[in-house]
């Protein structure tokens, strides 16, 4: 009988790293599978704990072009050519927001492995359902880094599930930042459908993922986005994202859904303006469950931003892999509204961490303060929300 759930992790999505002060920190992995552990949700001895390998430069070319991968590979060099540091910044590995480092070609597709080992089980029927925090690196195109992206696990993952199992797919991005890198890949693709829902363009990074954004050729009516408005909270969250989702789901009956779980979109990251709490990264998951069960039942999840790793990330990732397990927690926080998090837990990472740590699950709203413009912004992403909408069909 196959398992509800694998859980996949490779010690070495640790060493994917910018430096001590970029805010891409994969500390927030361990964080997570400590919390997990903490709560009894998660025994690395067990066989929901697997350990993926790595993926070769064929298939990295699914998706990248020959010549981006052989200039990542040359700059992954201990002491890269000088004559490689000029040409850097073409490639989007300068001194920016992905800057290159030591080894990354083969840290970067051992992430890229654990992404393509997930659809593997999923769709070869060993588990119902797959996360891989590690990866979510939705930003990489074909041949540029961006966005703290060097490959597209994402996309290369796709690619293996259309190569492999004529599989159709739906891409499910609730990132703050728009999933711009998997569009592109499949923008002329019928059999990939991309949903993003994500922080408008016009204030945030990567300044794309505008609800005119369709597809083109073949393609086109197959991509879709939902940029909300800065400061957007809970409720308008979920109304634009569930009634999205379902719809889609419905129309494009997908036999495998593939989620990106960045979870900057709460109030407290510091890179985003949008204003949710922790109920929506409950939620959810929630509804992405419901959405594979209403089509083929096959669902993998993958990680993606979150720059608040102390108090958000772990939590946010943790309810995640509660959902897709189907940890009886899962059960208490929707009876009972919150549950304490794992003392423990707390004691171990109290001293460490630069802001007091919640004690519960998901937040006290009041805390998070109210935004005055609460209506006005409900209004505004609804009617974005149709335009998004007017071509599901």
């Known amino acids: 009988m196959a398992a509800s759930a694998l859980f996949i992790h490779h010690p070495d999505n640790l060493k994917y790293f910018f430096g001590d002060t970029h805010p891409f920190n994969q500390k927030r992995l361990d964080l997570t599978i400590s919390l997990l552990r903490a709560a009894n949700a998660l025994d690395v001895d067990d066989p929901t704990f697997h350990i993926p390998p790595a993926v070769d430069d064929e298939l990295l070319a ?13 700059l992954s060099e201990q002491t890269p050519d000088p004559t490689l540091l000029s040409q850097a910044g073409k490639y989007g590995l300068d001194d920016g ?29 060993r588990t119902c359902h797959a996360l891989h925090l590690g990866g979510g690196l939705h930003h990489a195109m074909a041949n540029r880094a961006g966005g703290f992206c060097i490959y597209n696990d994402a996309s290369v993952a796709i690619s293996y599930a259309r190569s492999r199992y004529k599989a159709k797919v739906l891409y499910v991005d609730t990132d703050v930042h728009h999933g711009d890198g998997v569009q592109m890949s499949f923008y002329t693709d019928p059999s990939v459908c991309t949903f993003s829902i994500h922080e408008t363009g016009k204030y945030l990074f990567p300044g794309t993922g505008y609800a005119h954004e369709r597809g083109e050729g073949e393609g086109f009516g197959t991509c879709f986005n939902m940029p909300v408005e800065p400061y957007t909270e809970d409720e308008s969250w979920l109304e634009c994202f569930t009634d999205m989702l379902f719809r889609i789901v419905d129309v494009f009956q997908p036999d495998l859904i593939i989620s990106q779980h960045g979870c900057d979109a709460h109030a407290w990251d510091p890179l985003a303006h949008v204003h949710c709490s922790m109920d929506i990264y409950l939620q959810m998951p929630l509804l992405l469950q419901q959405a594979a069960e209403r089509c083929s039942g096959r669902w993998v999840a993958l990680g993606g931003g979150g720059y608040d790793i102390w108090r958000v990330v772990p939590r946010a990732w943790g309810l995640l892999w509660l959902v897709m397990s189907g940890h009886p927690l899962v059960g208490e926080l929707l009876q009972h509204g919150n549950a304490p998090l794992p003392e423990a837990w707390l004691e171990r990472w109290s001293p460490y961490s630069p802001s007091r740590l919640p004690t519960a699950w998901l937040d006290d709203k009041d805390a998070l303060g109210s935004i005055p413009r609460r209506e006005e912004i409900a209004i505004k992403n609804r009617q974005t929300k149709q335009l998004a909408m007017q071509f599901i069909e």
């Open 97 to 125: 927001d992905t800057p290159h480092f030591p080894g990354m070609h083969d840290v970067t597709r051992q992430v890229v492995g654990g992404s393509v080992s997930a659809v593997e089980a999923v769709m070869s029927g």
């Open 62 to 74: 699914s998706v990248h072009t020959q010549e981006y991968l052989s200039f990542v590979k040359a």
